[in-house]
């Protein structure tokens, strides 16, 4: 009875933060987390559906509107961490995406400065804290976009390279530091969300909820690298095999 109690009380006390909870794979995450007793901070460029009385139980969820590509992004995260009363779990959900087949300046730069700089800015924050907390797990939402470079979305697919290679460089950091901070690099490919909702098709479109349900239990089992699902795992396998000099032939 006692060592059951400990365990609930356990689940109960873990603290997670979730950027980006505002709709998508981000809010509904979240509501995994709450629904499973975790006390959430939810944070996001506007809230939107995820204000705390939208979630099951709101007792345990805080909600801040949080802009990662403001330069005091991550002293507010830490405002947040505050209100919380801790951070076990950093889960950043944060980006945009689109198919720029014309290169228009503006939606490479704001790609790269969502996707790159608030990426950076936020997971770095994160890092710092756990650093100096304990310890701690982080989480991201990467792409299979970050397999290889593609024409349709190079802003896009070169942010989700440099998420994969940054998340691979803080794990040896951490470890050659000796903290106590695990990480998790989530690649799901296209998922149904209003991220995609631009009028163009595409492929093997995977449900929110059920990417939700193998992000939470990714980060439950300390994965280090996860493709969502096994269709795209084959495929990005392919393409890895593919050498240059026939990769910019592909018609994508």
Known sequence: M???????????????????????????????LAERGWTVGVAARRLGESSPQSFPDAGNVVAARIDVTDADAGEQLLKLIERVGGMDLYFHASGIGKQNRELHEDIELRTMETNAMGFTRMVGTAYRYMAT???GHIAVISSIAGTKGLGPAPAYSATKALQNTYIQALEQLSNARQLN?????????????????????????????????????SIERHRHVRVIDWRWRTITAFWRLIPRCLWRHFKL
Do not use: W
């Open 2 to 32: 006692f060592k059951a109690q400990c365990s609930m009380f356990k689940a109960q006390s873990r603290r997670a933060i979730v950027m980006g909870a505002s709709s998508g794979i981000g809010r509904e995450v979240a509501r995994m």
């Open 133 to 135: 907390h304990g310890g």
């Open 181 to 217: 901070i695990r990480f998790t690099d989530i690649r799901p490919g296209f998922v149904d969300t209003d991220l995609l909702s631009d009028g163009n098709r595409y492929p093997l479109l995977l449900d929110k909820v059920k990417v939700a349900e193998d992000i939470v239990r």
